[in-house]
């Protein structure tokens, strides 16, 4: 079996899979049951001085079938006091003392108030602090959560006062409402973060009933934006999370977090440069014991690949991500049709013909409909192979190319210099 566990920044784990701060590390009793199914550590639901909740607070986003496919919540930092939950925190470590509890913290943007909450949740144990500059709803037009993340500057003071007192490592939460994720993981840095941890949650709303006219959800007939997050988000997720992992000013550990599901989605945001990762919303559809499959497929994988730790998967493929500028315009894939298999829905003719590039035949050989490419109109944009619902039947293959490889830049550069 692989080595699972991590170091996060000097933060270590039996494995890499941490519940993310939000309505499952809500107290010590959900924490202590998470650890005994399994998970490799917690970070706790955001503290800072207590709130009051509406009711309702959460709606999900459904799609062809997939309950959950997406989750928006406007609920808030703890409503509990704080004494509560420090002694809730002292407790749980005290029981699970080799798994990772991670405080996370708000407070308004003044230095004395970060200092007194660093200072009391410290006592307690924690083996860190992850600073809440994500939440995009209820505490942002409060000045805090997002209001502060969006700032770089803010970003930067906050973290720096915050390191001046912690004498455990300092991870900070980013939100994605912004036009540039690096520019606030930057600002973390220059502040003097240990790591990073992204996506916070998205800016949203769930939707509108047709019936009432209110908004999903409600509040007494009045709604609000909310966060939202889930198998949506990942795709959102693993691009920030890649654009701040091969950003030679981000040079520190990251938290990955955004619609992690399963395994496989946790290892792609190993691949992409995270250490760890954060579940939210899938624990919160499916339980605790999802860890359990998350372990042993993550396991399973890495013994696969030979490898012998999680940590030798860490960024393996950040290398690989790149700017449009600098792919290969002479690469060439073409679609190819597996008659056999082919169960003849036309799915792939009619998006072909409609918008894409018109380059599947339709034929008809010994009274048997037939579908053929023409691969010389054929672009290799996918579409054919992602609409098909048959495993098999569309294959995307490579054709070597007559002409040598040569990117955007390149061939600017190559018109610029022949111009002279």
Known sequence: MADLRINLA????????????????????????????GWGGAVWKTLGDPILNVSSRFAAVSFNGQRVAGFNNIELITDRPLEVNLQEIYETK?????????????VEPKQEKWHEIVKRVEDVGVDGLELNF?????????????????????????????????????????????????????????????????INTINSLAGVD?????????????????GYCGPAVKPIALNMVAECARN????????????????????????????????????????????????DGLNNYLDDKGLASVMDLVGRSVSRYSNWGDLNLNYKIVAEINNDVCINCNKCHIACEDTSHQCIDLYTENGRPLLKVREED?????????????????????????????TWNERQTLISSLSK
């Open 10 to 37: 000097g933060i270590q784990s039996p494995n890499p899979f941490w519940l993310a701060s939000a309505p499952p590390t809500n107290s010590g009793y959900q924490v202590q049951r998470a650890f005994e199914a």
């Open 94 to 106: 005290k029981k699970f003392p080799n798994h990772a509890i991670i405080a996370s913290l708000m």
């Open 134 to 198: 994500g939440c995009p709803h209820g505490m942002a037009e409060r000045g805090m959560g997002s209001a502060s993340g969006q700032v770089p500057e803010l970003v930067e003071k906050q973290t720096y006062w915050v390191k001046e007192v912690a004498r455990t490592p300092v991870i900070v939460k980013l939100t994605p409402n912004i036009t540039d994720i690096t520019v606030t993981a930057e600002a973390a840095t220059r502040g003097g973060a240990d790591a990073i941890s992204m």
């Open 210 to 226: 047709l019936d009432t006219w209110n908004t999903v959800p409600h509040v007494a007939g009045k709604g609000a934006h909310g």
């Open 248 to 295: 030679p000013l981000v040079n520190v550990p990251i938290s990955g977090i955004g619609g992690i599901s399963n395994w496989q989605d946790a290892a792609e945001f190993i691949l992409m440069g995270a250490t760890g990762v954060q579940v939210c919303t899938a624990a919160m559809h499916h339980g605790f014991s999802i860890v359990e499959d998350m372990i």
């Open 378 to 406: 054929c672009v290799g944009c996918n579409l054919c192979s992602i609409v098909c619902p048959v495993d098999g039947a569309i294959s995307m293959v490579e054709r070597k190319s007559t002409v040598p490889p040569m």
